[in-house]
């Protein structure tokens, strides 16, 4: 399997949130500067559908392409009709900002994750949650479901492929799994490699697990980040994923990249490809060559490393899996007569199965 640019789409703000569309072409685009694009990758127009206060910073799609679903650093959840073109519902469903949104592969559950890094006690440990850390939401009535507790702050959230599970990490590495009807906690374990504590300029935790993938048996969780380092504004961890087995009473590391395939740099996103052959895992690189890649799903080798000079925040294959989509910035921006630069990107792939 390979992958090859074929469109490179300007947007007028950062992607932080990517989704495909059931039974479309298009997809939805959540940005920096709080909008929600609904994206014609044929004819890169694009059409604002909402705005948050604050960052969107995730975005999907529920009941079959009938609705959107954004949440942002306003901690506002916002429902919208892609039907008739209408917000339906807003809500503040966190104190903190959203995290990580995803919706659930049978597009009827959305989870949000929060939770704010303080200061717990003289070592530095994050004190514990004040609000619940995960809610989730029936897409069908638009109306808070569950929510779980876990230690703030948590940065990423998935579903199994059969939607039955919740999987969910934090910053200090903690992996905790749910079902998802019963509200039971039937698995928790922790990882400290995607975890730092810096010395240099700054004392204080920094890292986490950025996101998550079940696999497509849904018996493996693979989780990305970057590994530990001394200087925590640097930026410089290396690339890192890890594959856990956690069909057991006791999970157990399976499997991780290999030192002689990554570089370094904060791996933000993973998906896996429709056919279960390879995964993708992307975010920005300090050193090395690529901060895009493919693995194989069997045997966990890099099949392809690309340098796309973009930070990528958020990926997804098209469900027939002809295509690899990227989100993300090529900048920071910068204003020119009181405009933004268009320095959002979604980049499209095409992907040879060969």
Known sequence: MKIELAKEIKIPSAALGLSTIQKSHDLLVSCFDGSVLKLNPVNESWESIAKHSSYASGVGSCLHGKLAVSAGYDGIIQWHDLQIGKTISVEKIHDFWSWQMKVSPNTEWVASVTGQYKCGGYKYEPAPEKEPSIKVFDAKTQKFAHSFSHLPPVLSVGFSPDSRHLAAANMMGDIKIWN???????????TPDFT????I??????????DLSFSPDS???ITCGMGPMRDPMAGNGKQTWQEFDWSNDKPVKTREIEDSERGRGLMETLCFHPASKAFCMAGRMAQGN???ALFSSETG??????DNKTRITRSAFSPDGKKLILAGAKSQGSPKKGKWSEFGRVL???VNDA
């Open 301 to 306: 080798k890099l099949i392809q490393g690309i």
């Open 180 to 190: 998802i009807e019963s509200g039971e906690c039937i698995r928790e374990w922790n």
């Open 290 to 292: 690529w901060n895009t």
């Open 201 to 210: 300029k700054s004392h204080h935790y920094i890292g986490g697990i950025f």
């Open 196 to 199: 730092s504590w810096g010395i």
């Open 348 to 350: 499209i792939y095409d």
């Open 219 to 221: 018996n493996r969780l």
